[in-house]
């Protein structure tokens, strides 16, 4: 399974926010927006505190997708 932010993207440009306001209002490191970013895993307590930060559940946020076999 791939982890995928985009509803995360989405969420931040339809409240008019940049990843650095993310950062500061859900209290994150800067490391692990770049890991979002990035589409990499983080922990459980940073989606927490973007969920608080946001009023949104983790599934407003994250979706998981399967790996495509080759």
Request: proline share 1%; aromatic share 4%; net charge positive.
């Amino acid at each position: 399974m791939e982890v995928s932010y985009k509803k995360l993207w989405k969420m931040l440009i339809d409240k008019d926010m940049k990843k650095k306001d993310l950062q500061a209002k859900a209290g994150i490191s800067w490391a692990s927006v770049t890991k979002l970013s990035k589409g990499e895993t983080v922990s459980m307590d940073v989606l927490i505190k973007v969920c608080k930060a946001l009023d949104c559940d983790i599934g407003d946020i994250v979706e998981l997708i399967p790996k495509e076999d080759k």
